[in-house]
């Protein structure tokens, strides 16, 4: 694969790379939502998958005992801003056979300061090897494979210097990770299962579930049971919901300043207790709800700066806008129940997916339109789901939750997910509750359809420049800092 100034756009999820939305999938709303750790979905959880499938595939074939050297090297978005969204230690745990979901995050600072100062890696947990971090581990700040920004060339060599394997791997956002046959060949099969009521456009999705007299979340529900029970997608997803309020919780109990080199203070334990400290502002300021909403935003992106465990919503680095609203529906709505949190994620997730099929979710390739903007869409879809909103109320809510975040830019200072991410996560929750009442407000007529503001997305994306795709060369990142910080990985 050879190396590009620009990279070109591809459009992928785990089972299908999607080319002129020809093809139905199958897609699982626990591809979208999965338990990782910060700071980013693209940059920390895709790559630590990635360097995981490598070495599983030297141990298939027989070949890891002959493996002497490990070499790993990002192109574009992953190298341009991969220090400040932790890539390297991904790297360094996945070739050490760790998984994102079950990681000891504790750990992680002192096992990669193991690693980088002894200079041994163990490849799969039993396959020490030399490691050399300035020779084994390269960040290309300007080159980009055509594929996609995310590109990952990794390779192994035996004690000669001979090539062993190497193999080319893509983050193509939310955690999923292709290889290179899905640029050469087009597609990239993993699941053919066939889903009971397969879509692959929002029209096709209200089709269903007028002709079935389903809403949105029943229908997820019999598609998921292509790979589990009832009581398994239920207790799956309500342990999702768990993993979201560890982490509210988690956010609200640390202070201090989030790492990296920006010295930016953590504010959601402060604004927890002012909260807390005049509970009696609810009864004269009725928008203090909102105050509850931003807190719990400001938590989960607190603590993914961080680099702690949170459900990727569909990426970390929108990963607190559907947690934010789901715990405003939990504490605000009288109606609210268990029922309702499964409900409302299988929601999310059939909204996710369209994103997903159809445009991308990786602020790498069409900026965070595709991050916070997706998130926003899928929350406004689902609490108006939960809060007796019809189909076609639920599609009117996401259409406007992405219509006004069409244009977002990723542009984070340093190439950390701190400025401006995390505020965008509350702004995009506030939005996501506002859009679902508008939409609550109407028969779900409207103007604008989803399918089609999920196509401008996706050409907005495209059109949109380089530097303002997470390579952190425009917007804020460039004309907020008078001189370059420091920047440490998170």
């Known amino acids: 694969m050879t190396a590009e100034t620009e990279p070109d756009?591809?459009?992928?999820?785990?089972?299908?790379?999607?080319?002129?939305?020809?093809?139905?999938?199958?897609?699982?709303?626990?591809?979208?939502?999965s338990v990782g750790i910060g700071p980013s979905?693209?940059?920390?959880?895709?790559?630590?998958?990635?360097?995981?499938?490598?070495?599983?595939?030297?141990?298939?074939?027989?070949r890891l005992a002959d493996v002497a050297r490990v070499q790993a090297e990002m192109f574009g978005s992953l190298g341009a801003t991969g220090k400040g969204h932790g890539t390297g230690k991904a790297v360094l745990l996945g070739l050490e056979g760790e998984h994102p979901e079950t990681v000891d995050v504790p750990a992680i600072a002192d096992r990669v300061k193991a690693i980088r100062e002894g200079g041994i890696i163990t490849l799969l947990a039993?396959?020490?090897?030399?490691?050399?971090?300035?020779?084994?581990?390269?960040?290309?700040?300007?080159?980009?494979?055509?594929?996609h920004p995310n590109g990952m060339l990794f390779s192994a060599f035996d004690s000669r210097g001979e090539t062993v394997s190497q193999k080319t791997y893509y983050s193509v956002g939310g955690g999923f990770v292709v290889d290179e046959s899905a640029a050469d060949q087009g597609y990239l099969i993993e699941d053919s299962s066939a889903v009971a009521y397969p879509f692959k456009s929002g029209a096709e999705l209200l089709s269903l579930c007028e002709e079935h007299d389903m809403s949105i979340s029943q229908l997820m529900m019999e598609n998921e049971k292509t790979w589990r029970t009832e009581q398994e997608v239920r207790d799956d997803l309500l342990h999702l919901w768990s993993?979201?309020?560890?982490?509210?919780?988690?956010?609200?109990?640390?202070?201090?300043?989030?790492?990296?080199?920006?010295?930016?203070?953590?504010?959601?334990?402060?604004?927890?207790?002012?909260?807390?400290?005049?509970?009696?502002?609810?009864?004269?300021?009725?928008?203090s709800v909102l105050d509850w909403v931003t807190l719990y935003a400001l938590a989960v992106n607190e603590e993914n700066a961080a680099g702690g465990r949170v459900v990727t919503a569909p990426t970390n680095g929108a990963a607190g806008i559907i947690p934010a609203v789901l715990h405003y529906y939990m504490r605000f709505v009288p109606t609210a129940n268990a029922d309702g949190v499964v409900r409302f994620?299988?929601?999310?997730?059939?909204?996710?997916?369209?994103?997903?099929?159809?445009a991308s979710i990786s602020g790498a390739e069409v900026g965070c339109q595709g991050e916070v903007g997706s998130a926003c869409s899928m929350a406004a879809g689902a609490l108006a789901e939960v809060m007796g909103g019809t189909p076609a109320q639920v599609e009117n809510a996401a259409e406007?939750?992405?219509?006004?975040?069409l244009g977002l830019t990723c542009d984070p200072i340093g190439g950390l997910v701190q400025v401006p991410c995390i505020e965008r996560n509350a702004m995009g929750s506030v939005k996501a509750i506002h859009a679902a009442r508008i939409a609550l407000r109407g028969d779900g007529a409207h103007f604008v359809s989803l399918d089609k503001v999920i196509q401008t997305m996706r050409k907005t994306g495209q059109d949109m420049h380089v530097r303002y795709k997470e390579t952190s060369r425009g917007g804020l990142a460039t004309h907020v800092l008078e001189v370059p910080v420091n920047i440490i990985e998170c």
């Open 9 to 33: 756009c591809g459009y992928a999820h785990r089972n299908i790379l999607v080319k002129g939305f020809e093809s139905k999938m199958a897609i699982s709303t626990f591809d979208l939502f």
């Open 41 to 62: 979905s693209s940059h920390t959880v895709g790559p630590m998958r990635a360097a995981g499938q490598f070495v599983s595939s030297l141990a298939e074939s027989g």
């Open 126 to 147: 039993q396959h020490p090897i030399a490691f050399n971090d300035e020779r084994d581990m390269i960040l290309h700040r300007k080159k980009a494979l055509k594929f």
């Open 243 to 287: 993993v979201m309020q560890s982490c509210v919780a988690n956010g609200i109990s640390n202070s201090g300043i989030l790492p990296g080199g920006l010295q930016v203070r953590r504010r959601a334990a402060e604004l927890h207790q002012k909260l807390l400290s005049r509970p009696e502002a609810a009864m004269s300021d009725p928008l």
């Open 345 to 358: 994620l299988l929601t999310a997730a059939a909204i996710g997916m369209l994103y997903k099929m159809n």
């Open 400 to 405: 406007i939750g992405m219509e006004h975040n």
